[in-house]
């Protein structure tokens, strides 16, 4: 039973620049008057996140939300209507949710037990790939993604790949592999992310062309004219949200040494539990908003509820993936064992940056409970 005069570890904590940090930045759009339509500190933020990735600032578009841009990217890569969009079950429910936005089929297809994510291998083998107008990876909780493979997937089989990096801010500029290739990267900019503006979402992609493009789509199909030239709707992002970003990027090396401190602790912790397996890139150098673990004993129910007796927060991130919640049972789909077991055991402990170490020590006995 629960023990009522614990608090409770919460499973995540944002926390985004304080009143004061942005006051600057609030004075600066008081003086300029200037509220949106890519204004000045947004500018201005696109510039600092190229910097961030080492790309220059025509690669790198920002738009209000992290769902919007993925949506954007598949219309900006030339995805065809109306068609599939192969993509992951075992992802959070907005993957879908900017597939349909962008007017294709979302097709749930299984992830590759050692990676948690779509393998382009297995799919370039696929007998569908006619009616397949999109492929979109989706990043496990920040694990790296290959992008010159997406790229080459493009290459042979003239399908677009979108990659959804949501929780991916720090992995895409510190891991080789993951940096922009052609196949655009979406990252969440949401205040549950590593790095948030409140609401946000930015894409990258060397192909400066597919940027401009997105900005159209994301400007009503303005751009360079006053009249829409194509289909599009406002995904803008406007001068307030730049203006946390800004702020929050003047903390970044701060912020991030503390990830990357709990993340070293809780791999440290968890590498010695035979009992659990851990996401299989989890500190291997990049950090994300999550830590999450599949126990190989009992149920999820069972584990969630010992830690929740203990007062630790937990959530399951993924649910049981995408292909069983109601607005998308009728989707096509594959067979998605991985997904089911994957789903059937992961949940995400509490983490960030905040975490105190008293709360970390009743996590690792909460944990120790479970193997023991
Ligand atoms: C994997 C994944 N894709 C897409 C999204 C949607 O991003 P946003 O909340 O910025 O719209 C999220 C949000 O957490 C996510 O985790």
């Not at 600057?24 to 204004?39: C, L, M, T």
């Given at each position: ?10 499973v ?20 300029a008057?200037?509220y ?6 947004l ?7 190229a910097?961030?990735?080492?790309v ?8 209000n939300?992290?769902?919007?841009a ?28 900017a597939a ?7 097709h ?7 990676t948690?994510?779509l393998?382009l ?5 696929r007998?569908d ?26 290459d ?12 991916s801010?720090d992995?895409?500029?510190t ?9 655009p ?15 946000g979402?930015?894409v ?12 159209q ?9 006053p009249a829409?030239?194509i ?7 406007n001068e307030?949200?730049?203006?946390v970003?800004l ?28 009992g659990?397996d851990?996401?299989?890139?989890f ?6 908003c999550y830590?999450?673990?599949a126990p190989?004993l ?15 927060e937990?959530r399951?991130?993924?649910q049981?993936g995408?292909?069983?919640?109601p ?19 992961v949940?995400g402990?509490?983490?960030f ?8 020590e ?11």
């Amino acid at each position: 039973m629960r023990n009522p005069d614990l608090a409770n570890v919460p499973v995540m904590r944002p926390q985004l620049p304080t009143a004061e940090e942005l006051r600057p930045y609030i004075e600066r759009i008081d003086a300029a008057r200037y509220y949106s339509n890519h204004g000045p500190l947004l500018r201005e933020l696109e510039s600092a996140f190229a910097a961030h990735f080492d790309v220059t600032p025509d690669r790198v578009a920002l738009v209000n939300n992290g769902t919007v841009a993925l949506s954007a990217a598949l219309v900006a890569a030339g995805a065809r209507a109306e068609s599939k969009c192969l993509m992951p079950s075992w992802t959070f429910v907005g993957s879908a949710a900017a597939a349909w936005a962008a007017n294709l089929v979302p097709h749930f297809v299984d992830v590759d037990p050692e990676t948690w994510m779509l393998d382009l291998d297995r799919l370039k083998r696929r007998p569908d790939l006619a009616e397949v107008g999109a492929v979109m990876i989706v990043s496990a909780f920040g694990s790296p993604v290959d992008t010159a493979a997406c790229d080459r997937f493009t290459d042979e089989t003239g399908i677009p790949v979108i990659i959804d990096c949501a929780a991916s801010f720090d992995t895409v500029a510190t891991v080789p592999i993951a940096a922009p290739g052609r196949s655009p990267i979406m990252i969440s900019l949401h205040a549950t992310k590593v790095l948030g503006t409140g609401e946000g979402g930015l894409v990258l992609s060397t192909d400066e062309t597919l940027i401009r493009r997105l900005n159209q789509v994301c400007n009503f199909g303005v751009w360079d004219s006053p009249a829409g030239q194509i289909l599009g709707y406002n995904g803008k992002l406007n001068e307030y949200n730049a203006a946390v970003g800004l702020a929050f990027l003047k903390t970044w090396p701060e912020r991030r040494a503390r990830l990357a401190a709990l993340t070293d602790r809780y791999a440290k912790l968890l590498r010695t539990k035979a009992g659990i397996d851990l996401l299989p890139s989890f500190g291997s150098g990049w950090v994300s908003c999550y830590c999450n673990i599949a126990p190989k004993l009992r149920d999820f129910n069972q584990n969630i509820q010992a830690l929740s007796n203990l007062g630790i927060e937990t959530r399951r991130w993924w649910q049981n993936g995408v292909h069983v919640q109601p607005a998308y049972r009728g989707f096509p789909r594959d067979p998605l064992p991985t997904t089911e077991r994957l789903a059937k055991r992961v949940f995400g402990l509490p983490f960030f940056h905040d975490l105190t170490d008293a709360d970390f020590e009743r996590v690792a006995n909460g944990i120790d409970a479970l193997v023991g």
